[in-house]
């Protein structure tokens, strides 16, 4: 009568993971530093996203921060927002939570593997573009030119500061921040993260860009895009929903007949144009 | 399909035999003046000939709160998975409710396995009862939905002095061969069963103006209809037409600990895409935060997003949600037809 | 280390507080993490150390604001604890009043020796953090949210209309019955106890974040409500929100 026969294992039932470090990255803002309990790789994809469990409190999809070519552990960058995230925030190194994933299809790297790469980051959109970011790194030869744009809302909530003077740094890295709000301090490009488009020059027959930020920016960023000459299968986004389950079922994530914890969370703008209600 | 006969007296005792030595057995009672799944104590509280169930049978395969794993909190919490099944016997299950239960297998079983539903829908026996007097809201005849050929183990038909049996699985025929006293169904009762069935059809009172297979198309350029809008003003986002719904699956996840503040559970409760903060994000967002966008999606899921995911339809017609529906907006029928009348 | 709570009491039947008596067994598992420092209703001794404050009954006289003001000053955590607190509740029946009538009605000639002023929620006054809505509070959903801050967590009360508890209760809508019921605006979280129990929804849990009280008016009106009937029964609970507009 049934399809398919009961599964051996409950997809609900999260591993257990260490925390092994902590470090502050923002107000807001933390990095977690995990290493699953059982030993293996978490194996995840750039783009993808885990279900963190903090048991009592509840259950949240965060995406991946680390590259999956530093092995060993991954990371988890998390703003402080609701429950789960608030007590994730008050946890300290040595603490056990636990992880389902990774789940999403991530990035598709292979295609971006030879062509030049802008990835555009706002504020915490650069939590997911980090993993991206390293992975390209961490394989330079097989990606050509390598242009980021972050901006940030002030000064104060630049993430990854060290990390994004080190890429300043690199020769092999084009590095371009700006800040909505500068300060007395601030230097830097003040503007937001278009402003940037005319600093950079680029070759639109083999370009992609991927963009990550909140809601407001995808329609702004995409118009620069377009004005640049990059089509819409090149330009790749990733889109934010309270995944509950992460696995296709419990509904919350879907965008139209979209569910962004199966297809997504990563779309091209292709796609993400073809649904209503996606950005 | 083989087909037998039960004669009217002979049914309660095939009833009682199967409560007292099989399982716990489910059916249609009455309740306040309508009817309801519940567990059956004797075969007096069987109510055959219901129009519809407040609740569908969908509960006891997708419970509406259900415990998915189990922990207790420590230096290291242990965790384990919970997947509770029984054998049970789903009786008098109308054809449209079993139409749904085939959508929750794809549903449940595709990509990811969900243990918590396969788990129970392995221990589910289903017995239907076909529908001869048909909710004032149902419109299961332009869904193919008035009868089921597969999807359950047995299916009656009261065709006045006995029920023809048709034998949908081999269970289905153990449980006939060791409960039921049955004889063959002679050409006369079949064609009796025909009958009947064709009766039934013309007391549906809604019907589709359209095919369900164009519904995709349909709701595919309705999107900026005024429609939306205009209907859904009345909307109390009160969430009745979800949880009455047979084939809605959506679902929160929450966890709860116990007083000791020690051991607890992560479950999860039926949720739907009618109620406010279905679409809510961390923070402040909310990707259909307006009762339009929110009644639409609805729509969408019942006529297009599952049958293009699944290749079953998102609604069986069995009209619970009109019926339930204060505002009356709910009705998938209302909303399809009034579509298909703008598109022309 | 246990957190520190008080229960106070301000105008109110004092029902909420007798709910939490009412748990024996989950108080006592409940004071193994927990001191209750200030207890009115239950203890002699007070202190005035506590973090977590819960507070019954609405404010109906001048001399109680500098005392409810105080315990805000106190506490880290204010939890409104039943309808009187969280929206004014039946108390704020006596707002469709003059207050010197309302005096006279229930003083007679001892009126000069009372004050009163319009009831009101105590939000009207300090910042709330948590609500434990409903007359009287549901028992369950008290000690889900005292969990819930013990974890650190903010308590979950549902924002969607008493319907959804209620057609999961198995109940026949109190509107088929030829009735008519405030659960299609009104916050669940009460498992629909009133209409599982054979009456209706009065609201007392208040209304969700953005209720359709247009529609509902209309749907009440089409059960043979009028609007002066309608208003009515909104008062029950719900006056506070009505005069404050």
Redesign the interface.
């Known amino acids: 009568?049934?399809?398919?026969?009961?599964?051996p294992?409950?997809?609900?039932?999260?591993y257990?993971a260490e925390l092994l470090r902590v470090e502050s990255i923002a107000e807001r803002e933390k990095l977690f530093e995990f290493k699953l309990s059982h030993g293996k790789e978490l194996g995840h994809k750039p783009g993808q996203f885990v279900e963190i469990?903090l048991?009592?409190?509840?259950?949240?999809p965060i995406s991946i921060s680390s590259s999956p070519t530093r092995k060993g552990s991954f990371e988890l960058a998390v703003r402080a927002?609701?429950?789960v995230?608030?007590?994730l925030h008050?946890l300290s190194k040595?603490a056990?939570v636990?992880i389902r994933g990774p789940f999403g299809n991530g990035f598709p790297v292979d295609n971006l593997k030879g062509k030049d790469i802008v990835i555009v980051a706002g504020g915490i959109g650069l939590f997911p573009l980090r993993s991206l970011i390293n992975y390209i790194l961490d394989k330079r030869s097989e990606f050509g030119r390598l242009i980021i744009l972050s901006g940030s809302r002030t000064p104060q909530e630049r993430m990854f500061v060290n990390e994004l003077e080190k890429w300043h740094k690199r020769e092999d890295v084009e590095l371009l921040e700006t800040v909505d709000e500068g300060d007395e301090e601030w230097t830097g490009h003040v503007g937001v993260v278009t402003t940037l488009s005319s600093e950079v020059h680029i070759d639109p027959e083999k370009i992609f860009a991927v963009v990550v930020g909140p809601?407001v920016m995808y329609k702004f960023v995409v118009a620069e895009c377009h004005k640049k000459g990059i089509p819409d299968e090149r330009i790749i986004m990733s889109l934010?929903?309270?995944m509950?389950?992460g696995?296709?079922?419990?509904?919350?994530c879907?965008?139209?007949?979209v569910y962004v914890c199966?297809e997504g969370p990563v779309f091209t703008y292709a796609e993400v144009k073809k649904l209503?209600?996606a950005i | 399909m083989e087909n037998k006969i039960i004669e009217k007296q002979n049914m309660a005792p095939f009833v009682d035999n199967l409560i007292n030595a099989e399982a716990e057995v489910i059916g249609p009672k009455r309740k306040d003046g309508k009817y309801a799944f519940d567990k059956l104590i004797e075969t007096g509280e069987l109510c055959l000939d219901y129009d519809t169930t407040l609740l569908p049978p969908k509960m006891y395969l997708f419970p509406p709160k259900e415990t998915l794993i189990k922990f207790e909190l420590g230096k290291e919490p242990k965790v384990e998975p919970v997947a509770e099944a029984k054998p049970l016997i789903l009786f008098g299950v109308h054809p449209y409710d079993i139409k749904a239960i085939e959508l929750l297998d794809v549903a449940f079983s595709t990509t990811n396995p969900d243990i918590n539903y396969l788990s129970k829908r392995e221990k589910a026996v289903i017995i239907g009862v076909d529908c001869l007097n048909p909710n004032p809201n149902a419109f299961c005849p332009s869904l193919g939905t008035a009868t089921a050929e597969t999807g359950f183990d047995l299916m009656l038909t009261d065709i006045g002095d006995s029920y023809v049996v048709a034998i949908g699985s081999s269970k289905g025929e153990q449980l006939l061969t060791k409960y039921a006293e049955t004889r063959e169904a002679s050409q006369a009762e079949l064609a009796q069963r025909n009958s009947e069935r064709q009766k039934a059809l013309a007391r549906y009172k809604v019907t589709l103006n359209i095919s369900p297979e164009e519904l995709p198309q349909l709701l595919g350029k309705s999107w900026d209809s005024p429609w939306w809008k205009e209907k859904s003003e009345k909307c109390l986002s009160c969430g009745s037409c979800i949880v009455v719904c047979p084939t809605c699956f959506c679902f929160d996840v929450q966890d709860d600990i116990a007083l000791n503040l020690k051991e607890g559970e992560r479950y999860r409760q039926w949720d739907g895409c009618m109620l406010a903060d279905f679409a809510a994000v961390a923070g402040e967002g909310n990707f259909r935060g307006d009762k339009e966008s929110r009644f639409r999606h609805r729509m969408y899921r019942k006529g297009k997003y599952i049958w293009e995911r699944y290749e079953k339809l998102g609604c069986v017609g069995c009209g619970r949600c009109a019926s339930a529906c204060l505002a009356e907006i709910a009705s998938p029928a209302e909303t399809f037809n009034k579509l298909k009348e703008e598109s022309k | 280390m246990k957190a520190k709570l008080g229960f106070f009491d301000f105008t109110g039947c004092e029902g909420c507080q007798l709910e939490v008596l009412n748990f024996e067994t989950e108080l006592v598992e409940l004071l193994n993490h927990v001191d209750i420092v200030n207890f009115r209703e239950a203890k002699t001794e007070r202190e005035d150390n506590y973090e977590i404050a819960f507070v019954e009954g609405s404010i109906t006289r001048e001399s109680e604001i500098p005392r409810l003001k105080k315990i805000r000053q106190q506490a880290k955590i204010v939890v409104a604890l039943g309808a009187c607190a969280c929206l004014g509740g039946v108390n704020c029946l006596k707002n469709f009043r003059p207050m010197e009538e309302n005096l006279r009605i229930v003083y007679g000639d001892a009126a000069r020796y009372y004050d009163t002023i319009p009831a009101r929620p105590i939000s009207s006054i300090v910042p709330v953090d948590y609500y434990v809505p409903g007359c009287p509070i549901d028992k369950k959903e008290f000690l889900k949210v005292t969990k819930a801050l013990l974890l650190g967590k903010r308590p979950e009360i549902p924002n969607y209309p008493v319907c959804v508890e209620c057609k999961l209760a198995g109940n026949v809508c109190t509107f088929d019955k030829g009735e008519t019921c405030l659960g299609p605006v009104t916050r669940a979280g009460c498992n629909a106890i009133c209409i599982s129990n054979g009456r209706h929804c009065w609201g007392c849990r208040g209304p969700v974040d953005d209720p359709n009280t247009n529609s509902e008016k209309e749907i009440l009106q089409k059960h043979g409500l009028t609007v002066e009937d309608i208003l009515n029964q909104f008062r029950i609970f719900n006056g506070y929100l009505e005069v404050s507009k």
């Open positions: 009568m049934i399809s398919q026969a009961v599964p294992t409950s997809i609900y039932l999260p257990l469990s048991f009592g409190i509840g259950e949240m927002v609701g429950n995230t608030n007590a008050r040595g056990t636990g809601p934010e929903r309270r509950k389950c696995i296709g079922k419990c509904g919350h879907q965008i139209n007949g199966q209503r209600e």
